[in-house]
């Protein structure tokens, strides 16, 4: 066991440290999730039994010994224990003269992962687009809907004939509609209320809602991880996204009794969310069991507008996920039939909560 562990275990990159023998002598944190095993269970053990098909890895290691300098190759492809394939950019480093006995030092980069944050930012950069457009938008139809508003006004006074005031009446409601509606798609433009927030009080709050509203029918289940620690957020702001999230669930379930919802809170370690990196994340999964997205909706469901239901508006996932990204977290959404996957990734270090 290296003293450095602490330091090893805040690197995202995967990190084995072997013997002159190739034994491993420690495996860092990031190392351990990337080759789904613990340290515990191989410490001691030969370089070959971390992987099914070792030959190759077994080589480049042996050849690194042998030749004492480094070796890097990109996309390795790995075959883990449980048989699913990884690939990793690997590098190893000989190490002379250590004095916990380690020979080699092997770095793992998970080659998925870059392609996942590359989505992340993909998606983050979509999400940004689609609000620039609607504040764009909104300023475009508030401005001129003043006027149509004022002016129907103004008629309405000068009308002769009562009967007449109908038509001014109907111009005034629908440019109140319009109105409320583009400030319902600006989401809440209220100055977020930080403070330290546990964040299963505020699942709590949603499961008791929303088992009422489905008249105790529907069954919510809970799978907390209740080592999280409070975090600074808003409250009221995270109630709304868990809420518009759990409620669809429950409106696209064929019926209440059907329906089962699971909850489910993990910390995540290394959150990266575009191109900022975070100590420590909370994960918060809302699982459930109905039809699935349509495949067709799936890459637009955050869009605002976009919605599958026929009385529906398209607003409750893009305001979760205003709500997510000015708390600096992601939201994202894997769905087949039968299980439909919403997770909020949040920083548990928010900083930079701002109005967007
Ligand atoms: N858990 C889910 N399972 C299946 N489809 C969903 C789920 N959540 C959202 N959707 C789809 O995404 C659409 C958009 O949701 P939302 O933005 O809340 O707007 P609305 O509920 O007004 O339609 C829904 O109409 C539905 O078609
Ligand atoms: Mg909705």
Redesign the pocket.
């Known amino acids: 066991m290296l003293q450095d562990q602490d330091i090893l275990d805040n690197i995202s990159t995967g990190i084995v440290a072997l013997d002159s023998e190739l034994r491993v002598v420690a495996l860092n944190a990031a190392g351990q999730v990337l080759l789904e095993t613990s340290e515990s269970r191989c410490l001691g053990t030969h370089a070959a039994q971390l992987l099914l098909d070792s030959d190759s890895w077994v080589a480049g290691l042996q050849q690194v010994l042998g030749s004492n300098s480094p070796l890097s190759r990109r996309g390795e492809s790995l075959m883990l224990l449980s048989g699913q394939e990884i690939h990793v950019d690997l590098m190893v480093t000989p190490v002379n003269g250590s004095n916990c006995g380690i020979a080699l030092l092997v770095e793992l980069q998970a080659v998925d992962r870059l392609l996942k944050i590359s989505r992340e930012e993909g998606l983050i950069h979509a999400q940004e687009t689609t609000r620039a457009v609607i504040r764009g938008l909104a300023h475009e139809i508030k401005n001129p809907l003043g006027g149509v508003r004022g002016a129907a006004q103004l008629l309405a006074r000068e009308l002769p004939d009562e009967g007449l005031q109908e038509y001014t009446r109907v111009i005034i409601r629908e440019a109140d509609r319009l109105r409320d509606l583009v400030d319902k798609l600006l989401g809440p433009n209220l100055q977020p209320d930080i403070r330290p927030l546990n964040i299963h009080e505020v699942l709590e709050h949603v499961r008791n809602l929303i088992v009422a509203e489905s008249g105790n029918k529907t069954r919510i289940s809970r799978d907390y991880d209740p080592s999280l620690p409070e975090f600074p957020a808003d409250r009221a702001q995270l109630i709304q996204a868990v809420l ?2 759990v ?3 429950l ?2 379930a064929g019926s209440p009794e059907q329906c089962h919802i699971t909850l489910r809170t993990r910390s995540e370690r290394h959150l990266t969310i575009g191109s900022k990196s975070h100590r420590l994340g909370c994960r918060v999964d ?1 699982i ?1 069991n ?5 495949e067709d ?1 799936l890459h637009a ?2 869009a ?1 507008m ?4 026929a ?10 996920q205003a709500i997510v990204s000015r708390h600096g977290g992601l939201l994202e ?1 894997e ?1 087949a039939p039968g299980r ?1 996957q ?1 997770t909020i990734h949040l920083p548990m270090e928010c900083k930079h909560a701002q109005t967007s």
């Open positions: 518009n999230i409620r669809n669930a409106q696209v809302i459930d109905g039809p699935g997205v349509p909706m469901i955050f605002p976009v919605t599958g239901r009385d529906g508006t398209g607003l409750g996932l893009s305001i979760a959404c769905s439909t919403f």
